[in-house]
């Protein structure tokens, strides 16, 4: 297996587990509040749907867009991502912006799930009501979490041409991550969603820049090895950033 299957293995496995952890999250405080039927449901259906759309896009993208456009489109659109997910990272890395909380997030779900339909309605009625709100509820986040993750399967698999091995990865992430979430049947508050971020953003923007690079006629040193070394060298920068920019924390000042 060559580096440049290695980063893309480990950066579709970490994209994918990010937004999984964020879906799994929805999808047990939709099971806790309203029912777990609604909430499996609601996982089925957003997958089906999902399952849909990488079969109509991925076809369409390998047999229609030559290979030096799809690199620097794909390499655009890595950038993109990637630079949206390194300064959010760096961000919550310097104390800028607060780190994403699963607890806060599971929190709120629940509270918002666990409202009443309304007192002058009937038992079935209320719980057809919060079948139809657990159900969307739950689909909504699969979905959008899952639109993400095949985003970066198919941009990545298909400018590597190995779509194989970015799919295998992902679903790697699903079951790994959905076994943890049946085990706990809780969300996953522990994992450390922050650093996973940032080294997700920097091999999507390495993998852009490369991409970017063969696409306009680039030649790298190396080949695929310049990836890992643009992996380093983002990853040196936003080490810089997250330094020069952190916020001090605040003690006790002695009184002289």
Known sequence: MSSSNVVLAIAVFLASAVEMVEALTIVVAVGVSRGWRPALQGVAAAVAVLAVVVAVLGTAILTVVPLGAL????????LVFGMQWLRKAVLRATGHKAKHDEDAIFAKQVERLGGSAGSDTTDRQRR???????????FKGVFLEGLEVVIVVLTLGTASHDIGLAAASASLAAILVGGVGAAVSRQLSNVPENAMKMGVGLMLVSFGTFWAGEGLGMAWPGSDLAIPVLVVVYGAAAYALVSSFRKPKVGHVNPA
């Open 71 to 78: 690199r620097l489109v794909v390499g655009a659109v890595l």
């Open 128 to 138: 057809a009501v919060a079948d139809r709100i657990g159900f969307t509820v739950s």
